[in-house]
């Protein structure tokens, strides 16, 4: 990595040595639209050589103890220098300083999971000796690496996301290339320098930059790569899966994550959680939550607590302490959510607070006199927009829960425990979060969804199992 001027370039992390290319791609702030840097594109070849070194690197020895050793440093320094790995984030995502330092402390932990995991890994031992003309025999099972695993991660949380895929990846003893997203690659190019200096083995990790599409073309069409782990939008997942073959695949996509808040429900509770968990990081998270139904004894109490809590949120310069909102992504995904919006408003939704657009901004929006049918509902917005709507009968909310393509996670406020077992059992999710929002998440947990929401879990125990194959041992004694 080499400064010039004012604006920092990183260069490809290839088998251990940082290249830069002719062609260059711009970084922007988001804040301020300027260019805070400039990251090399890599061309095909760089691309095999990335894959060609990860496959050779499996070669070398990296035992479950050393795996240890490396992923418990790269957390501590990553600790140590959160501040700076947090300004960053504010920088190239856009996300406000004091989220930036939450994602920073979740990726360090994320990673010494992962370590920690790296000495649990086993097999079981299977009866074989129960079968008849086998009593001589016994049976095990061990756990290996799949080998070279292609990691595709996105923008909106572009450091701890690149942790779930690499920690687990490498704890399991397989070797990655990863690609980062094109708009916010700077935090994983800079998590790569960390194992470098903690003493990763050279070509256990690959960092290539540059398009997306291109890129994944030619890791898809690379016969060595032997799994591939993604998190971003269905339409690319499936192309994924279609072009993958008979290899390992796990996908997390999107969601338009449904919450329920039940007559019985703490009213004050559900509208501070959904306020908070509906517009962190400007909605940019496949949980946020986006789709609530309130029952209607409680609509009226519940929505003017939602409103008061949703006008209170500062939004402004994410370097900013105070501002609990940035600005989002790219211009033209403030343009969509806004035309999403103006559409419901249209059709018959009402503004009840926000709906305007601010340059790179969206303000909090909370739409009410919605119906199931409108894109707001029906598609995933990943903007700072939630749709409210009434219902009356548990039956009917789960059935509104469940119409839906995606199915990752649901959130239902109650305080009645028939009501949470019935949804526990038929509402169509990965994971259900009862007195709290569908955006909850920690680390450790399974992570995952079912529909278009994707395939495979992730949680570095889970992930680990992902990324090893099961391999039987048999012994003629």
Same mark, same amino acid.
């Given at each position: +990595?080499?400064?010039?001027?004012?604006?920092?370039? !990183?260069?490809?992390?290839?088998?251990?040595?940082?290249?830069?290319?002719?062609?260059? +791609?711009?970084?922007?702030?988001?804040?301020?639209?300027?260019?805070?840097?400039?990251?090399?594109?890599?061309?095909?070849?760089?691309?095999?050589?990335?894959?060609?070194?990860?496959?050779?690197?499996?070669?070398?020895?990296?035992?479950?103890?050393?795996?240890?050793?490396?992923?418990?440093?790269?957390?501590?320094? #990553?600790?140590?220098?959160?501040?700076?790995?947090?300004?960053?984030?504010?920088?190239?995502?856009?996300?406000?300083?004091?989220?930036?330092?939450?994602?920073?402390?979740?990726?360090?932990?994320?990673?010494?999971?992962?370590?920690?995991?790296?000495?649990?890994?086993?097999?079981?031992?299977?009866?074989?000796?129960?079968?008849?003309?086998?009593?001589?025999? +016994?049976?095990?099972?061990?756990? &290996?690496?799949?080998? &070279?695993?292609?990691?595709?991660?996105?923008?909106?949380?572009?450091?701890?996301?690149?942790?779930?895929?690499?920690?687990?990846?490498?704890?399991?003893?397989?070797?990655?290339?990863?690609?980062?997203?094109?708009?916010?690659?700077?935090?994983?190019?800079?998590?790569?320098?960390?194992?470098?200096?903690?003493?990763?083995?050279?070509?256990?990790?690959?960092? &290539?930059?540059?398009?997306?599409?291109?890129?994944?073309?030619?890791? #898809? $069409?690379? @016969?060595?790569?032997?799994?591939?782990?993604?998190?971003?939008?269905?339409?690319?997942?499936?192309?994924?899966?279609?072009?993958?073959?008979?290899?390992?695949?796990?996908?997390?996509?999107?969601?338009?994550?449904?919450?329920?808040?039940?007559?019985?429900?703490?009213?004050?509770?559900?509208?501070?959680?959904?306020?908070?968990?509906?517009?962190?990081?400007?909605?940019?998270?496949?949980?946020?939550?986006?789709?609530? !139904?309130?029952?209607?004894?409680?609509?009226?109490?519940?929505? *003017?607590?939602?409103? *008061?809590?949703?006008?209170?949120?500062?939004?402004?310069?994410?370097?900013?302490? *105070?501002?609990?909102?940035?600005?989002?992504?790219?211009?033209?995904?403030?343009?969509?959510? $806004?035309?999403?919006?103006?559409?419901?408003?249209?059709?018959?939704?009402?503004?009840?607070?926000?709906?305007?657009?601010?340059?790179?901004?969206?303000? @909090?929006?909370?739409?009410?006199?919605?119906?199931?049918?409108?894109?707001?509902?029906?598609? *995933?917005?990943?903007?700072?927009?939630?749709?409210?709507?009434? !219902?009356?009968?548990?039956?009917?909310?789960?059935?509104?829960?469940?119409?839906?393509?995606?199915?990752?996670?649901?959130?239902?406020?109650?305080?009645?425990?028939?009501?949470?077992?019935?949804?526990?059992?038929?509402?169509?999710?990965?994971?259900?979060?009862?007195?709290?929002?569908?955006?909850?998440?920690?680390?450790?947990?399974? !992570?995952?969804?079912?529909?278009?929401?994707?395939?495979?879990?992730?949680?570095?125990?889970?992930?680990?199992?992902?990324?090893?194959?099961?391999?039987?041992? &048999?012994?003629?004694?």
């Amino acid at each position: +990595m080499v400064n010039t001027a004012s604006v920092k370039q !990183y260069g490809l992390y290839v088998d251990g040595e940082w290249i830069e290319t002719k062609k260059e +791609m711009n970084v922007l702030d988001k804040y301020t639209q300027e260019t805070a840097a400039k990251v090399s594109v890599a061309e095909k070849h760089h691309v095999d050589q990335a894959v060609q070194g990860a496959k050779q690197a499996l070669k070398t020895s990296f035992s479950p103890y050393t795996r240890y050793e490396v992923l418990m440093k790269v957390a501590e320094l #990553l600790v140590a220098r959160k501040e700076e790995f947090a300004q960053v984030l504010a920088i190239e995502v856009g996300k406000p300083i004091r989220e930036s330092r939450g994602e920073v402390e979740r990726a360090a932990q994320t990673l010494q999971l992962s370590a920690e995991e790296a000495k649990r890994i086993h097999g079981d031992g299977v009866p074989v000796e129960s079968a008849a003309g086998s009593e001589n025999r +016994m049976a095990f099972t061990v756990r &290996v690496p799949v080998g &070279v695993i292609a990691a595709i991660t996105p923008f909106n949380v572009p450091l701890n996301l690149v942790c779930h895929k690499i920690g687990p990846a490498l704890a399991a003893g397989n070797t990655v290339v990863l690609k980062p997203a094109e708009v916010t690659p700077i935090c994983a190019l800079k998590l790569a320098a960390l194992f470098q200096e903690a003493g990763l083995p050279t070509g256990r990790l690959q960092i &290539v930059t540059g398009d997306g599409e291109q890129i994944g073309t030619w890791l #898809l $069409d690379n @016969p060595d790569v032997n799994m591939f782990t993604f998190t971003g939008s269905p339409r690319v997942g499936e192309l994924i899966r279609s072009k993958a073959g008979l290899r390992k695949v796990a996908l997390e996509l999107g969601n338009n994550s449904a919450t329920v808040v039940h007559s019985d429900a703490n009213i004050e509770q559900a509208a501070s959680l959904i306020s908070q968990k509906s517009f962190n990081n400007a909605g940019q998270v496949c949980i946020s939550v986006q789709r609530v !139904y309130v029952h209607q004894e409680v609509y009226t109490t519940f929505i *003017e607590k939602l409103k *008061e809590k949703t006008q209170q949120l500062v939004v402004g310069n994410p370097m900013s302490e *105070e501002t609990d909102i940035g600005p989002m992504i790219r211009l033209k995904e403030v343009e969509r959510v $806004d035309a999403w919006v103006q559409e419901a408003k249209s059709q018959g939704a009402i503004i009840e607070v926000g709906g305007k657009a601010n340059g790179s901004f969206y303000a @909090p929006t909370i739409l009410t006199n919605v119906k199931d049918n409108m894109k707001v509902c029906r598609q *995933e917005i990943f903007g700072p927009v939630v749709a409210v709507a009434i !219902y009356t009968e548990i039956d009917e909310v789960i059935a509104r829960v469940n119409d839906s393509e995606y199915g990752l996670q649901a959130g239902l406020f109650t305080n009645d425990l028939s009501f949470a077992m019935k949804a526990a059992r038929e509402i169509e999710v990965g994971g259900l979060i009862v007195n709290d929002a569908s955006a909850y998440r920690v680390d450790h947990m399974p !992570y995952g969804g079912v529909k278009n929401s994707g395939s495979g879990k992730e949680g570095p125990k889970y992930a680990i199992e992902e990324m090893t194959e099961e391999r039987i041992i &048999v012994l003629n004694l």
